[in-house]
């Protein structure tokens, strides 16, 4: 895996897009951690459109993965319509991608997970982070759908499309 070098301490990760070859491998982590994903199939169309939507995190000696991120560059349609909260992430199609990131008009945060170990925590938002600044000004989008995804959110700077009350689940977040 080459990719990123995160520091903490003494340990270190490597933050990277997925690869084909890893995706099965890396399905299999999230899926243990959260449940049912996206299909295999799919997941696989997604990363020959735009590779940089899927990112794995590894402690540097150990097997097995730290942590994920699914962040999806989204063109021009589908970022109007998450800026209105009338879309959500499990309506996104490959066409919905944009292919680069000249192409990116916003991004989805599909989701950023990690196992127990607090540092694999630690190091999967430091890589997030770094790959969000990677994309400037462009706004993000995310729909928490847990009471821990909207701590994450909110503490990331995360706040709500629509200024009303609402259920956990049913409003788009925006960072920028």
Known sequence: MIGRRIRLGRHSFIAAPASDEELPGLRAYIVAEVGPV?????????TLRNEDWLHAVRRVGYSGYAGAFAILPLGGAASEAFGRNAMTGAQITVEHIAENREETRSVYLGSILSGPERLGRAAT??????VAAEYGDVPFYSRPVSKDGLRVLTRLGYRPVEDRPHSLGEMIYRLR
């Open 38 to 46: 996206t299909p295999l199939a799919e997941m696989a169309r997604l």
């Open 125 to 130: 938002l430091a890589a997030f982070n770094a």
